[in-house]
């Protein structure tokens, strides 16, 4: 099926448009109008070949909302019509111990990512800055009514990141939650964490979204920039989610944990980071790392989302300004998410 998009054809050139074919809808598929994408910063390190080699073209984007336009034959769980959402993966071996415990982000044979992954059929998956998508539909998920669909899209990579790791590590009523980095994961974990109960703490490189994390949910907002803030809080808190890209002293993090307290990565930095291990012997405490979330998982956050009526702070974009919102976002210059109109794709 012919599908319009916006691909990157190398890693150091600006993403361009793009005319390729989609697969004709096999039994168990759904096909599905793309309205918004998010834009995750994992694109912008993937497109831009920091994390290893892609085959290009390479259209990103794993924020996926959309209508279902087409379903095979084979087809009970969506129908032609229905609001529906595809996030970071978008096939598995279904087989493996992971995969049967819901937990299909760590597929024993490698998760079929949305975008930039070999697919069963040996073809290369193209992400969500396209027209449309064909996805299994045990891989699609359903998008709760209420929210506004651009505003909810980034539920499916952001949310779910920041939810999977919250709801393992039991955030919620009693538990000092503290975020570090408020971007476009970090503000979702500011909402999400509060809605849990949790007494949530924003951890900032300085005081400019103070406002913005008071209003999101934070009852605490201290600037990383301040040496006094790594005095003032050690030993503070159970639970801490870094969700910064760039190579922090996680040692000094570290430091800010109650005994017994987790520091869980899920910001992806570029070297690697030394650790003492005075840091986590002192203490007991634990630093963990946390991938997504399965399928089961994403559609519970994105019932969560709906009750709760959270969605994402955004700002629309046509897709003409896809370049400049790269730039954006790795300057730290978005408040918090930008999401693709799609409906400015042209042909
Ligand atoms: P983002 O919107 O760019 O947010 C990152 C935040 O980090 C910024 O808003 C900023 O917050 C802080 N920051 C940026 N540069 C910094 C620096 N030099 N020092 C300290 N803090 C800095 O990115 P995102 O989309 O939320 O993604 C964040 C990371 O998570 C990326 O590495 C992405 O690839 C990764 N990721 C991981 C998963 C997973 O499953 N583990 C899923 C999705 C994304 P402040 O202004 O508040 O300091
Ligand atoms: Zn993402």
């Not at 909810?152 to 790791?165: D, F, Q, R």
């Not at 919250?166 to 975020?179: F, Q």
């Not at 509060?194 to 949530?200: F, I």
């Not at 994105?302 to 709760?308: A, E, I, Q, T, V």
Request: proline content about 4%; glycine content about 10%; hydrophobic content about 35%.
């Amino acid at each position: 099926m012919k599908t319009f998009g916006y691909a990157a054809h190398s890693g150091k050139a600006p993403l361009a448009p793009y005319t390729f074919e989609r697969r004709e809808p096999r039994a168990n598929d759904v096909v599905i109008e793309i309205k918004y994408c998010g834009i995750c910063h994992s694109d912008i390190h993937t497109v831009r070949d920091e994390w290893g080699a892609k085959t290009y073209p390479l259209i990103p984007g794993h924020e996926i909302a959309g209508v279902v336009t087409r379903v095979g034959a084979g087809v009970s769980k969506h129908k032609i019509g229905d609001v529906v959402g595809v996030g970071c993966l978008v096939d598995s071996c279904r087989e493996c111990s992971p995969c049967k415990d819901h937990l299909e982000q760590f597929c024993e044979k490698g998760m079929i990512g949305t975008y930039g992954s070999t697919d069963k059929d040996g073809t290369m998956t193209q992400g969500g800055y396209s027209s449309q998508i064909v996805v299994d539909q045990d891989f699609v998920l359903k998008m709760p009514k209420n929210l506004p669909l651009d505003a909810a899209a980034p539920l499916l990579c952001a949310g779910i990141t920041l939810y999977s790791p919250l709801n393992h590590w039991k955030a919620g009523p009693g538990k000092k939650v503290a975020i570090i980095g408020m971007g476009g994961l970090g503000h979702m974990g500011v909402k999400i964490a509060a809605a849990l109960g949790a007494e949530v703490t924003v951890l900032s490189q300085s005081l400019s979204k103070q406002e913005d994390g008071k209003r999101l949910g934070a009852k605490h907002f201290y600037a990383t920039s301040d040496k006094e803030t790594f005095k003032k809080l050690g030993g503070h808190f159970d639970l801490i989610i870094n969700t910064v890209s760039a190579n922090l002293d996680w040692n000094q993090y570290l430091g800010l944990l109650k005994h017994d307290g987790t520091m869980v990565v899920v910001g992806i930095p570029e070297k690697e980071v030394p650790v003492n291990a005075f840091s986590i012997v002192m203490g007991r405490r634990s630093l963990a790392g946390s991938l997504i979330g399965g399928i089961k998982e994403t559609q519970e956050m994105l019932d969560f989302c709906g009750k709760h009526n959270i969605t994402c702070d955004i700002e629309l974009i046509p897709v003409s300004k896809i370049n400049e919102a790269y730039e954006r976002v790795i300057k730290s210059d978005v408040r918090y998410r930008f999401v693709i109109d799609m409906k400015t794709l042209q042909a």
